[in-house]
């Protein structure tokens, strides 16, 4: 791996938690606990190689879809990670922050979400981005409506508006994906990022997420170095 050409913002859709629990006979949300302790290691992994940013996709907005039980064990799940589990974080100097709609999710979970980006505010080392309750869809539509309330506000004029406009109104202001890394063998985006996945290389490892380590990781971006990023040029 070459640590001079490593991307600066890396998505993860963390897909196939459910499979890997129904196929060791486990209930889904085995899947689910087995996933946050392997996100744990992965970022301990990521932070350390040197890439400034991660973005995960813990819960779409289509995911309150499922099953009640299983929506609550997540939700009980954010909690204690936020609360307990990802305080590591903190220690090596990453900011976490999360992009998603607020409404919908419990006043705990949001309580926590709330505590961790407060008590990491200040850190500076990398940025942790937690998809938490988003939609890449509903990301374009509040920003369309953030900006539309601006200009009948008499803030900014239509002709104001630009790309520089556009991207200052998603839920957060980072630079593009350079990488995404879809676990599991599926092979879409389901409505994640889509506004800052323009120019991203895709991979799709058959791996589910719970298996997908730090060597795993390493060959996404070898594989990643290998390809020829020509935006358009
Ligand atoms: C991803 O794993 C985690 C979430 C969507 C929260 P899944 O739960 O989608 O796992 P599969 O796709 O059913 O195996
Ligand atoms: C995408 O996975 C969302 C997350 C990983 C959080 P899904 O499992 O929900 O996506 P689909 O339904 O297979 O497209
Ligand atoms: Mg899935």
Not at 20 to 43: Q, V
Not at 60 to 75: G, I
Request: hydrophobic fraction near 35%; proline fraction near 3%.
């Amino acid at each position: 791996m070459d640590k001079n050409n490593l991307p600066k913002h890396v998505g993860i859709i963390m897909d196939g938690n459910g499979r890997w629990a129904t196929e060791r006979g486990m209930k889904r949300s085995m899947g689910h606990k087995a996933g946050s302790e392997n996100l744990k290691e992965l970022c301990d992994h990521i932070y350390d190689l040197g890439i400034p940013i991660l973005s995960v996709f813990a819960f779409s907005t289509e995911n309150f879809k499922r099953d009640v039980q299983e929506v609550n064990y997540l939700m009980n799940l954010f909690i204690q990670m936020f609360e307990k589990e990802f305080a590591f974080l903190k220690k090596k100097d990453v900011r976490v922050i999360f992009s998603g709609r607020r409404d919908n999710l419990p006043a705990n979970v949001l309580k926590a979400m709330d505590k961790m980006s407060k008590e990491t505010e200040n850190c500076k080392h990398a940025i942790f981005n937690v998809c938490l309750n988003y939609g890449g869809q509903y990301e374009i539509l509040d920003m369309a409506k953030e900006i539309a309330q601006e200009v009948e506000e008499g803030k900014i004029t239509s002709k104001d508006i630009d790309l520089t406009t556009v991207r200052s109104h998603l839920y957060q202001d980072l630079p593009d994906l350079d990488l995404v890394i879809r676990t599991s063998g599926e092979q879409r985006i389901s409505n994640f990022m889509l506004y800052q996945s323009a120019y991203a290389e895709y991979y799709f490892p058959k791996t589910y997420f719970p298996d997908f380590n730090a060597h795993e990781f390493d060959l996404a971006i070898e594989e990643y170095q290998r390809r020829t990023r020509k935006f358009g040029g």
